[in-house]
């Protein structure tokens, strides 16, 4: 009996791993800078609600990360093996490391968004959750609309250059 709940445990943990976060969220923001999660994602999250979170600054945009620890440490990871005695490397490690916060998701299902990155990512109220696989996207929600609104291409354009190159036929 012992045996296969530790197998369970395994298995769970194994599960967990490959979880890809779906759908878009449109919610607000308190005057504290609690997020209200919405209920699909807080079930989504739930796997991870004994867990931090971390919230950082999105290297290309401008929006905040929300990373479930074990993904992060694995991001963390990789970042931290570049080399520090390069100068673009530090610019980088330092540039990626900026404003990350570890938060927590309350007994509400609240997240506490630090005034810093609110500031940079120029949220004050209305806001867009998007899921992007194993990160989570946190938007102005006017920001979010106009980046979607103009890719520069069509999203069949972007798509075709993306994607056109992937054999699908041995998935």
Same mark, same amino acid.
């Given at each position: 009996m012992f045996f296969c709940a530790k197998i369970c445990v395994h298995l769970q943990k194994f599960f967990i791993a490959m979880v890809d976060f779906i759908e878009s969220y449109d919610c607000t923001i308190d005057n504290k800078g609690r997020i209200i999660v919405p209920v699909s994602l807080k079930r989504q &999250?739930? @796997?991870?609600?004994?867990?931090?979170?971390?919230?950082k600054r999105s290297v290309h945009e401008t929006c905040l990360e929300l990373y479930v620890m074990d993904e992060w440490n694995k991001l963390r990871m990789k970042?931290?093996? &570049?080399? @520090?005695f390069k100068k673009k490397h530090a610019e980088f490690i330092r540039n990626f490391f900026a404003g990350v916060k570890e938060v927590e998701m309350d007994s509400t299902g609240r997240i506490l968004i630090a005034k810093d990155l609110l500031a940079y990512s120029g949220i004050s109220k209305d806001v867009t959750i998007a899921s992007v696989g194993k990160k989570i996207e946190i938007w102005d929600k006017a920001s979010y609309e106009s980046k979607i609104a103009d890719t520069g291409t069509t999203f069949g354009e972007l798509a075709e250059e993306v994607m056109g190159e992937i054999d699908f036929s041995q998935d």
């Open positions: &999250l739930l @796997p991870f609600a004994d867990k931090k979170f971390v919230v970042v931290s093996n &570049l080399n @520090p």
